[in-house]
């Protein structure tokens, strides 16, 4: 078995701010993702990686930077926050043919 | 385009029946695969079951299993004898694997409450 951390779990920024949300997984798994939920949506990727240093645009990309430097960790960066922004930010890993396992998420507010 | 449509938003069912909540999906992959999920009301995301689309045995595993009809692109979730504790929001999953994209693609979930 394994866990999946996300820090912080909620997170309070200023418009314009540039924010970053980690996630640290001890799976051993390749691929990692970032997932954006909106209150009462489903899912959208950000970014995913497919190993260490790799880096792949989701359709929800602009306006987020991503950065793998260890293949335990993801890290997501809003580069500049949106007023009354507010959505869940969900981490993911799996290895590359399998179900993907949830990080249990952080929560953003943009004031 | 890939795409998944779950239509069902909130179904309601009185516990020890049966549910069946439905998925349809888009694809131009020969081969692609499709999962469900659970996200309960803490807000966590649990992987409940997989359907591989060359396999044709129905995926079950303990009290969920899938009805796969794939001339109909649909991918329906069944759980049986429902409990309490299967309150929660599901989400229909979707992968393609010949193209090599990494992407699952949601579908809007679906509310399942379970009366007692």
Known sequence: GGIITQTPKFLIGQEGQKLTLKCQQNFNHDTMYWYRQDSGKGLRLIYYSITENDLQKGDLSEGYDASREKKSSFSLTVTSAQKNEMAVFLCASSKWDAEQFFGPGTRLTVL | ?116
């Open chain 2, 1 to 116: 385009a890939q795409k998944v449509t779950q239509t069902q938003t909130s179904i309601s069912v009185v516990e020890k029946t049966t549910v069946t909540m439905d998925c349809v999906y888009e694809t131009r992959d020969s081969s692609y695969f499709l999962f469900w999920y659970k996200q309960t009301a803490s807000g966590e995301i649990v992987f409940l079951i997989r359907q591989d689309s060359y396999k044709k045995e129905n995926a079950t595993v303990g009290h969920y299993s899938l009805n796969f009809q794939k001339p109909k692109s649909s991918i329906g979730l069944i759980i049986t004898a429902t409990q309490i504790e299967d309150s929660a929001v599901y989400f229909c999953a979707m992968r393609e694997g010949a193209s090599g994209s990494w992407q699952l693609i949601f579908g809007s979930g679906t509310q399942l409450t379970v009366m007692p």
